[in-house]
Each structure stands twice: as C-alpha cells, then as structure tokens.
C-alpha cells in the first residue's frame, strides 16, 4: 500500500517507536504493551490518548502496510520496530523533527531543536529550519509553518501526515516540557519492569512445578 494520510493513532504508533528507539533502546523493539503505554503517556503527548492495544494492533496493521512498521520475529514476544526514515523517504534529522511534531504537535524552531535533543542533536536553529523546509518542499508537504499567533514571538510548525492542519487548533502550545518527558521515560521502564518481573515469576513457577512432576529438586 502507497503511503497515505495517517490517522492520529497511527501517528502517535509511528513517533512513539522513534522515540522510544532513542530514549530507552533496551526496551526496543516495543512490544504491543510497551507501545500502547507510550501511547498512552499523560504528559509529552498533544494530544492525550487513551488508545485500547486493539487500536493499537489495528494501527501497526496499517502501517505495516505502508511499509513503516515492521513484526519483529524471534522473541517470545511480538516486537515491533518502525521503518520511518526508510518508509517515509526522509533522513534521520527530518524524522526526529517529524516525530516530535507528531508527539506533541506544533512548535517552534527553538522548542524543535531543545525536545529532539536525544532522537538528533543539531548545531543551531537554523539547521532545525532547514530541515524543516527541506520536509515543506516535498510533493506532496510533511510539514508548514503555521502564522505566527497573536502575542507569539515566533512562529509554529506542524506536520501534515494527518492531512492539513487548522491554525485555531493550535492557539499557544506550552514550552519547558523536556524534564517531564523524562519522567515518562521513568514510568514507562518501571512499567516495564514490572511486566517483566511478572514474567519472571510467571517463569519460575512453571519451573518449580516441572520440577515436582520430575522428581527433581530445586535448591
């Protein structure tokens, strides 16, 4: 299937396996839980969902289509992986951009270049801008600047892979979100964590009785 405009949840699936990629790489590939919680986050997130992980499912269904995720095999648990900057045709720069658009929804140059920080450092704003502009002039547009909004001292961008944007959707945006996006990441490996430590016993009780059935005894 040719790419074509994605649903909200579809871009929130997408951006949220990017940026997980980047801020918890031992977590990643993500498994359906896993994604549906950073889906799910209450704070780093315009807007908030609250998606069920058969949603989920259904959007990592279409986008696999779209050839911008793929099924990682192998593990016990299916996994996931995104295939953006390959699916999308864009570089890594232009996907770190996307992604943050696509989490938080529009911002300016400066807000850009500090929340992209550790999905792609870049030197200055004006390589943000270019970026930007470079994604703006595609055919059709991934991104465009927005009117600068009343009382703002610098204009917005926004990504169009849900289709075009209204401006009055987007009034003020507050900025200085980096330290809560963190404490995301922290919740998300603490629920993580916990999953796994349910596994783990889940693990060592069926251990335990196979043992008993055996006849072998367990120090």
């Given at each position: 299937m040719a790419l074509r405009t994605l649903t909200a949840l579809e871009a929130r699936v997408l951006a949220v396996l990017v940026e997980k990629q980047a801020t918890v790489p031992d977590s990643y590939p993500l498994s359906l839980n896993a994604l549906t919680l950073g889906c799910n986050q209450k704070t780093a997130r315009e807007p908030v969902m609250s998606a069920a992980e058969s949603d989920v499912l259904q959007a990592l269904s279409e986008l696999k289509s779209m050839h911008l995720v793929n099924e990682v095999s192998g593990s016990r648990v299916v996994r996931f992986e995104h295939n953006g900057a390959r699916g999308l045709g864009v570089p890594g720069a232009g996907l770190a951009c996307l992604t943050l658009l696509m989490l938080r929804g529009p911002q300016t140059t400066a807000e850009l270049r500090?929340?992209?920080?550790?999905?792609?450092?870049?030197?200055?704003?004006?390589?943000?801008?270019?970026?930007?502009?470079?994604?703006?002039?595609?055919?059709?547009?991934?991104?465009?600047?927005?009117?600068?909004?009343?009382?703002?001292?610098?204009?917005?961008?926004?990504?169009?892979?849900?289709?075009?944007?209204?401006?009055?959707?987007?009034?003020?945006?507050?900025?200085?979100?980096?330290?809560?996006?963190?404490?995301?990441?922290?919740?998300?490996?603490?629920?993580?964590?916990?999953?796994?430590?349910?596994?783990?016993?889940?693990?060592?009780?069926?251990?335990?009785?196979?043992?008993?059935e055996l006849g072998i005894a367990v120090p």
């Open positions: 500090l929340n992209t920080e550790r999905l792609h450092r870049f030197a200055d704003i004006s390589s943000v801008e270019g970026f930007l502009e470079e994604l703006a002039e595609r055919s059709p547009p991934f991104v465009v600047k927005l009117a600068r909004a009343p009382g703002a001292r610098e204009p917005r961008w926004a990504h169009l892979l849900c289709g075009e944007v209204v401006q009055e959707a987007f009034s003020s945006s507050p900025s200085g979100v980096v330290h809560q996006a963190r404490d995301d990441e922290l919740a998300f490996l603490r629920a993580e964590q916990h999953r796994m430590n349910g596994e783990l016993e889940q693990l060592k009780a069926l251990v335990m009785r196979m043992a008993g």
